[in-house]
């Protein structure tokens, strides 16, 4: 296809007057005296060739441009104030070229306007102004926002003020040791058959009963009792300073408790009541020449971390309860000589319970040696009172709080030198057994005689008197 002829009407060229009036209209001020741009100088020619006329957005694009920013900045100014969503255009103004009135250009030999107005709108030039109403009009109205109105205060009225009668704290009960007796039974060794209840009702625990009565020595001046009988003999021609050596908790480590036995002695191994086969490793331990004892499981202090074992003995029990559970661990074998506590700071701490405790002992014609768990053990005082054969322990040698079992043999034989006797605990672990071995060997030597618990006992029943 062919291009299609535009038809395009001639130029007239423009003259100075036209040109002259068109610019001064659109932005040039002409000072009185002075020629209008394009005109000669006085004393000058004409120029040679007429100006060419300047187009219409040459002219007027700085200021159509301002003032199209100018009105955005309102418009959008407007709308961040206001807080009114953004308004879409329904129509767009374009000032381009082609919007404009193209530019009239006089023919040659035509007569110019008169007027800068006349010469302006023959060049297409229309005032700000009126374009700025063009481009309001394209666009929306911006929509009106809500009336807020002021939400009606609300008088709230403050609480009430209530008096509260203090209430008086009462005294805080002992736990009841029903699901811990249950618990140990389940774990202890052979136990005695306990009645039935014949009703459902809880028993109620006397948390401070009465004492029984003071235990009365047998007629008699208290020389002959049993547990002189299964005493073991000092070594012949012993003097002080005399070592005794308990170790407690036998019976529960076979191989811990048969390496104590084999131990040169003679020395005492307390048998833990709750054990197997007590009658069997007693017999096997005073075979070997050693002396034995019964270590009775009582309530310590902190029994959530330190459990004595079952059927220990506990502060809360009532009478009958704590008479049955220590005739449980006095049965268990027949050929001790003394009992000592396991654990039990709280239970020896308590007078009533420790004296129900000590009569059974003194029944039963054996001694008592407190192990002093606690600092507040009212054992030894209530022994006396009795008039029982007791006595209490002088160190142990390997507790949490000992410094190491060289240190604590070393106390040992300045508290023997001192007073002529020592009781010493141990417990039948590898490095207490090591240590003992290695003393026992040198014993002599060091001028010390090892006997066991009865004989530093019956010295210091002597020196009492």
């Known amino acids: 296809m062919s291009d299609p002829v535009l038809k395009l009407k001639p130029r007239r060229a423009a003259t100075a007057q036209s040109a002259a009036g068109a610019y001064g209209a659109s932005q040039t001020r002409v000072l009185p005296g002075q020629p209008m741009p394009g005109q000669p100088m006085p004393g000058q020619s004409a120029p040679a060739a007429a100006v060419k006329p300047r187009s219409f957005l040459a002219v007027n694009w700085p200021l159509m441009t301002a003032a199209a920013a100018l009105l955005a900045g309102g418009v959008v100014m407007g709308m961040v104030v206001g807080n009114a969503p953004r308004p879409q255009p329904t129509a767009t103004v374009a000032l381009t070229a082609s919007a404009a009135v193209p530019p009239v250009v006089p023919s040659p030999g035509a007569t110019a306007p008169a007027t800068p107005a006349t010469a302006a709108a023959q060049q297409g030039w229309r005032p700000i102004s009126e374009l700025a109403q063009q481009v309001a009009v394209a666009l929306p109205p911006a929509p009106e926002l809500p009336k807020l109105e002021p939400e009606p205060a609300v008088a709230v009225a403050p609480p009430p003020v209530v008096e509260v009668e203090p209430v008086k704290a009462e005294p805080a009960r002992p736990e009841s040791p029903k699901a811990e007796t249950a618990r140990i039974e389940s774990k202890a060794v052979a136990p005695p058959p306990v009645a039935k209840k014949t009703t459902d009702k809880p028993v109620q625990l006397t948390a401070a009963p009465v004492a029984p009565p003071a235990f009365v020595r047998p007629a008699g001046d208290g020389a002959v009792q049993a547990w002189r009988a299964r005493a073991v003999a000092p070594p012949a021609g012993a003097r002080p300073p005399y070592v005794a050596f308990l170790i407690d908790?036998?019976?529960?480590?076979?191989?811990?408790?048969?390496?104590?036995?084999?131990?040169?002695?003679?020395?005492t191994l307390s048998f833990m009541s709750y054990a197997s086969d007590l009658s069997e490793q007693s017999a096997a331990a005073r075979a070997a020449g050693h002396e034995v004892m019964l270590h009775l499981p009582m309530e310590p202090l902190d029994v959530k971390r330190n459990n004595p074992g079952p059927n220990a003995l506990y502060v809360d029990l009532d009478a009958a309860e704590l008479q049955r559970r220590l005739a449980w661990h006095l049965d268990r074998f027949s050929d001790y000589v003394g009992v000592n506590n396991h654990m039990g700071s709280r239970f020896t701490a308590n007078a009533g319970r420790m004296g129900q405790v000590l009569d059974e002992i003194g029944r039963r014609q054996v001694f008592w040696l407190d192990s002093l768990s606690g600092p507040n053990s009212a054992g030894p005082a209530l022994a006396r009172q009795r008039g029982l054969d007791a006595a209490e322990r002088d160190l142990f040698l390997d507790d949490d709080r000992s410094p190491g079992i060289g240190h604590e043999l070393a106390a040992m034989e300045r508290i023997a030198r001192a007073r002529g006797d020592v009781i010493a605990i141990g417990h039948p672990h590898g490095s207490t057994l090591t240590a003992m071995e290695n003393w026992?060997?040198?014993?002599?030597?060091?001028?010390?005689?090892?006997?066991?618990?009865?004989?530093?006992?019956?010295?210091r029943q002597q020196q009492e008197r």
Do not use: C, H, M, Y
Not at 251 to 262: S, Y
Not at 441 to 450: N, Q, S
């Open 249 to 267: 908790d036998a019976g529960l480590d076979r191989k811990g408790t048969q390496r104590a036995i084999n131990l040169r002695g003679p020395v």
């Open 440 to 459: 026992i060997a040198t014993a002599k030597e060091r001028g010390f005689t090892l006997v066991p618990v009865s004989t530093v006992l019956l010295r």
